[in-house]
């Protein structure tokens, strides 16, 4: 269902995909607040799905007042103080050695013509401006990290076996860094949130395509149809944000 808060409007989706036995993703749609995001449970570790229920549900009690670098300030903050509390959760609900707790995030807040892209992980956050598609978040992944340091191609670095491991998330016991882009918003702009699930089933001309689209909800239903038709082997969630 697409929401309308002033200048946005917005909907969100998710799904568990064909192969996972559950989903360890989790959205949130808050136009109201100028604040959405997308959490992708670490697959394979101890309550992924809690992991991710938590940063989003931390992330919708924020208050919403203050100026938008207040409000940019407390979701740091916010972030931050997950990655310290599901540290010290682990010790009593996950006690073997190797068990992590943990979820990627990538948080957008939009005022006025200020938007901000805050996100530790490898979830995306997509702009799709004047027909033509940007990135704006970076994964923080393995691949990329071979990438940049050892200038390894991208089909190099898919070939390592760890290439997927993820070098920064929420609960991931190194300190937490998180990533920050500020922009300037122009008339047409387009947000998409998305866990891997969603984006490594599509192209970039199918992302494109969906995103041109005239309402958020036409755009998550052309997203989620094309992933849905192939293997759909991760869980899958998008945001989709439009003027």
């Not at 190099?156 to 929420?170: D, I, S, W």
């Not at 995103?211 to 038709?229: G, I, K, M, Y």
Request: aromatic residues 6%; glycine residues 10%.
């Amino acid at each position: 269902m697409t929401r309308r808060y002033g200048r946005w409007r917005s909907a969100g989706r998710t799904d568990r995909g064909k192969v996972r036995g559950r989903n360890e993703d989790a959205f949130l749609d808050c136009p109201q607040q100028g604040c959405w995001a997308v959490a992708d449970g670490m697959g394979g570790h101890e309550a992924g799905d809690v992991a991710s229920q938590l940063v989003v549900n931390n992330l919708a009690e924020l208050p919403g007042q203050g100026s938008f670098d207040e409000r940019l300030q407390d979701i740091r903050r916010c972030l931050q103080w997950l990655d310290w509390q599901l540290g010290q959760v682990l010790p009593v609900t996950a006690p073997g050695a190797d068990c992590i707790m943990g979820s990627t995030v990538v948080v957008l807040l939009l005022e006025g013509d200020r938007a901000a892209c805050i996100w530790a992980g490898d979830s995306r956050c997509y702009l799709w401006r004047e027909q033509a598609l940007y990135q704006l978040s970076r994964d923080h992944s393995l691949m990329e990290q071979l990438i940049d340091e050892q200038r390894l191609s991208l089909e190099q670095a898919r070939g390592h076996p760890q290439a997927r491991a993820l070098t920064r998330a929420v609960g991931a016991r190194a300190p937490l860094t998180l990533e920050v882009l500020e922009l300037r918003t122009v008339p047409g702009d387009v947000f998409l949130l998305c866990s891997d699930g969603l984006y490594e089933g599509l192209s970039l001309g199918e992302l494109g395509g969906a995103l041109s689209l005239r309402t958020p909800q036409r755009v998550l239903d052309r997203l989620f149809e094309v992933v849905l038709h192939g293997v759909a082997r991760d869980n899958l969630t998008a945001v989709v944000v439009q003027p």
